[in-house]
């Protein structure tokens, strides 16, 4: 049981990443990205060109680091993926929902261009790499280490947990003690006073996407370490992302944080009880009593 | 020297014109007030002047220069600043990022100004890392003035200052807004609160149904029984 809860707090540190970026962007353009899950998809597989292919090509060595499973080449691909989806996410908003935003679209007409621009992320990733099941490197033992309480670990995870801890960190930083950080707060407080004051609200947006995105691929590259890479990896965290970001409160990077950590428990306990495939089910279950019980969240929303 | 003047402004919502051909202006140094029964038309006409309505007809200029139309964040580089009745502070924020938000496009080092504010509102000070959800309306305005102070506007548009305070804090903001006026920025002031705002004015404008129909120094609209018995509640 405490296994599966450590396994779960690795679990919800991977839906963390997605749910804070969905809350964030939730908190300043008041729009669910049902998309958010195709961008861990894409910053996973941009890390997988990037350490088996370009890597390669430029000749940068293929050795690990101690016993973790990969090395230079991870180490490298890890922050250009990140920036990479900040990029597409960042075009997403420019070309696809910012002129729909621009029109005062309905939600629902917003919602569906979301999916849609989800479903056309996936079909390229699965263009491109097809539809089988990837790692990072096939082949490598993945030994774990014997944590007391009988709780079998791999260095990996640890990374894993350290890498969402410091970007977790690096978030907090900014959101508290940048100029822009503080203007993205402003920005969700309440967006017509920051342009009466003279922020550039659009530039905000920007950010805002970017950092989403960021945090978004790394994620998926975090999950395709932990796990395995596949074109409907991101997809299936969509739900949980919901829920964990519900949980915290729309709006409440912290409380989407803690959401996070909550779901990837939830679920990975589920499994003691129940087939590991109806995780997603479980996830579901939980934002349903979640709306049922305390739509607001349990920090409340971002906003007041 | 006029700071602010509107010729001919036309302005409403959807399909509506709530102001019609309303012609105003500001001059330096001056504290200037726009009354009128509710439903007149007054904080439309100051979302106009700031750009968050786009005018229908009609001109706004501001210092010299045409600003008709111009988006808010336009607006506020040229040397105005605008207080919104309500929602207009971040509550999620400190008062000190309030106010730093205020400064936003500043990239010169604004400590002095910051003190100044600090000086004008000392009770900021003393509360300056609170967050702003948690204070009272009378601090609000306090910060929400504040904030508009940051960019050392030349024309300050206060929205119903002191709508929904405590009787005692009116007095109290009035007198911050003599004491700001002082320190050079010309003020034009929205109010309910006829009386008390035309007694710190040195000019009034009566508004109703959209129209300006009556102008005066606040001392002779005060003394005129006509314009009281009809606009200000007899």
């Known amino acids: ?304 | 020297m006029k700071v602010l003047e509107t010729k001919n402004l036309v302005s409403g919502y959807g399909e509506t014109d709530i102001l019609h051909d309303v012609s105003i202006e500001l001059k330096e140094k001056e504290i200037v007030s726009i009354i009128g029964p509710n439903g007149a038309g007054k904080s439309t006409l100051l979302k106009t002047i700031f750009g968050l309505l786009r005018p229908r007809g009609g001109v706004v200029e501001l210092i010299g220069a045409e600003v008709t139309g111009l988006s808010p964040d336009r607006i506020v580089r040229k040397g105005m600043s605008y207080v919104p009745q309500v929602d207009n502070v971040f509550p999620s924020l400190t008062i000190q990022e309030n106010l730093e938000m205020g400064a936003f496009i500043r990239t010169d080092d604004y400590g002095d100004k910051l003190e100044e504010v600090y000086e004008l509102f000392p009770l900021l000070q003393e509360r300056k890392n609170d967050k702003v959800g948690k204070l009272s309306g009378g601090q609000r305005q306090m910060i929400a003035m504040g904030r508009a102070l940051m960019l050392d506007p030349r024309v300050l548009l206060l929205d119903e200052p002191s709508a929904s305070l405590a009787p005692i804090l009116v007095g109290m903001i009035f007198e911050k807004i003599i004491d700001i006026n002082k320190t050079g920025v010309a003020i034009m002031v929205v109010e309910q609160n006829a009386r008390e705002t035309l007694k710190i004015s040195d000019r009034g404008y009566v508004l109703a149904m959209g129209r300006k129909v009556f102008e005066d120094t606040g001392k002779a609209i005060l003394e005129n029984k006509e314009v009281g018995k009809l606009y200000l509640g007899g």
């Open chain 1, 1 to 304: 049981m405490v296994e599966l809860i450590v396994y779960g707090i690795v679990l919800g540190a991977i839906i963390a990443l997605g749910s804070i970026g969905l809350t964030l962007v939730y908190g300043i353009v008041r729009f669910a990205n049902f998309a958010h899950g195709d961008l861990m998809t894409a910053g996973a597989y941009v890390a997988l060109f990037l350490v088996t292919g370009l890597s390669a090509w430029l000749g940068i060595p293929d050795t690990t680091f101690g016993s973790l499973s990969f090395g230079w080449r991870m180490a490298l691909a890890f922050p250009i993926a990140m920036l990479c989806v900040a990029g597409v996410s960042i075009l997403l908003d420019r070309i696809l929902y910012r002129p729909l935003r621009a029109k005062r679209s309905h939600p629902v007409i917003m919602a569906m261009s979301a999916l849609g621009a989800a479903f056309i992320v996936r079909m390229i990733v699965l263009i491109l790499w097809g539809a089988d099941y990837r790692f990072y490197r096939p082949g490598v033992m993945r030994p774990a280490i014997l944590l007391p309480l009988g709780v079998k670990i791999r260095p990996d995870q640890i990374l894993l947990l350290l890498v969402v801890f410091s970007l977790v960190i690096l978030l907090y930083l900014f959101l508290q003690r940048s100029k822009m950080g503080k203007a993205m707060r402003a920005t969700a407080d309440n967006m017509e006073l920051a342009r009466v004051s003279g922020i550039d609200t659009e530039r905000v947006i920007i950010w805002t996407w970017g950092i989403g995105g960021a945090l978004a691929g790394a994620g998926g590259i975090l999950y395709g370490i932990d796990v395995q890479l596949h074109g409907g990896m991101g997809f299936n965290l969509l739900l949980p992302m919901f829920a964990a970001t519900i949980l915290g409160g729309i709006g409440n990077v912290y409380g989407a944080l803690v959401g996070g950590l909550v779901m990837g428990i939830a679920q990975q306990v589920s499994t003691a009880y129940l087939l590991p495939t109806y995780k997603p089910a479980v996830a579901f279950i939980v934002m349903i009593l979640i709306l049922l019980i305390r739509p607001q969240g349990i920090f409340g929303g971002g906003r007041s």
